[in-house]
């Protein structure tokens, strides 16, 4: 059993260092939409693993994992059919700058070009249990190209106590785990930035920064301008309208959906449909298919509810009721605790 597991690693390791084409996923914003883009099917070839597929689909590890229930992400098989989930419902709240959703492993850059909305979706690592990411409102403080690693203290000791001691700086290099750029947040000690380590994109691996495939964060410092909002939230259910039909996505952050996991979003779920039932009193919820939703958590959008035919036109471009999101209480750094 444990050759098997070192195998099934070792592969996944080698598949992600191997896949650097990454697919960018931009979206225009349609009036009276929350939401983007479509969900896509591909057959798997013998050598596949979700690693390589999700590098080179622009997709992150879990989101793979949940979108295909009973599928080895390891050893998918040759000809196995999963799903892209490249679907995407916008996250509540201002749709400006950067706006990242630690439930769901993405970040959405909002941009206007010829006066027209869009958004890019990008797949994000996040920081690990007892490491995690901060929910924060900050901005965009510098764009760092080649950036040197200088880690805190406690990073250095646990490689010390781990017999891989590391020093107090470390330059740009394979060996740098803030891979060619960096975008440094107004929260101190925290980045976005590439990575030396491309197998951690949509899972829990950070030491608390937001890690992105090297070729995502190069498109993006490119176009982020210092200034520009960033806003973390966690939300993992999210509803939004499409026309006149309701939808929500449902995220959770293990491989197997937990009980407690399951019943907390089921609370939140319900939180939030009062929200858009006052809002939208006409409103016909199927709740079989919100129910189905809640239990399958797999991270792609489901329709749950039908605006009825006379409250129709009253939707509103923007029309997502604010997110119950917690307020920033980032603890504050020495040092960057990215890696």
């Known amino acids: 059993m444990k050759v098997y597991r070192y195998a099934r690693w070792a592969l996944f390791c080698a598949s992600a260092v191997l896949s650097s084409a990454v697919v960018a996923h931009t979206f225009p914003i349609e009036p009276m939409s929350d939401v983007v883009g479509s969900v896509k099917s591909q057959k798997t070839r013998y050598q596949d693993t979700f690693a390589d597929i999700g590098a080179a689909e622009g997709v992150g590890y879990l989101a793979l994992v949940h979108a295909n229930p009973g599928v080895d992400p390891w050893l998918p098989g040759d000809g196995t059919t999963i799903r892209i989930p490249t679907r995407y419902i916008l ?11 630690l439930a769901e ?7 206007r070009n010829d006066g027209k909305s869009s958004v890019e979706v990008f797949p994000i690592g996040i920081g690990a249990d007892g490491k995690a990411t901060p929910i924060a409102r900050t901005e965009v403080k510098s764009r760092i190209k080649a950036p040197t690693w200088y880690p805190p203290k406690d990073i250095r000791q646990e490689h010390a106590a781990e017999g891989e001691p590391i020093p107090a700086a470390i330059p740009a290099g394979p060996d740098n785990p803030l891979g060619p750029y960096a975008l440094q947040l107004g929260v101190a000690g925290y980045f976005i930035h590439g990575t030396n380590k491309q197998f951690g994109i949509g899972t829990r691996v950070s030491h608390g920064c937001i890690r992105m495939y090297n070729p995502d964060i190069t498109a993006l410092v490119r176009q982020v301008e210092p200034g520009t909002p960033v806003r973390i939230i966690d939300q993992p259910v999210k509803f939004g309208m499409q026309g006149a039909t309701l939808w929500v996505e449902v995220h959770h952050q293990g491989e197997k959906l937990k009980a407690a996991t399951e019943v907390q979003l089921q609370k939140d779920a319900v939180n939030q449909l009062q929200n858009w039932k006052l809002q939208y009193p006409m409103m016909a919820i199927d709740h079989a298919a919100l ?32 997110s119950p999101a917690k307020k920033s209480g980032a603890s504050q750094h020495p040092g960057s605790p990215c890696s």
């Open 105 to 111: 492993y993405r970040l959405y850059y909002y941009h």
């Open 291 to 322: 129910r189905k939703a809640l239990k399958g958590a797999d991270g792609i959008p489901q329709q749950v509810g039908q605006l009825q035919q006379q409250a129709m036109g009253e939707n509103k471009a923007d029309c997502s009721p604010p």
């Open 91 to 101: 996250p509540p709240g201002p749709r400006r700058g950067i706006v990242i959703n």
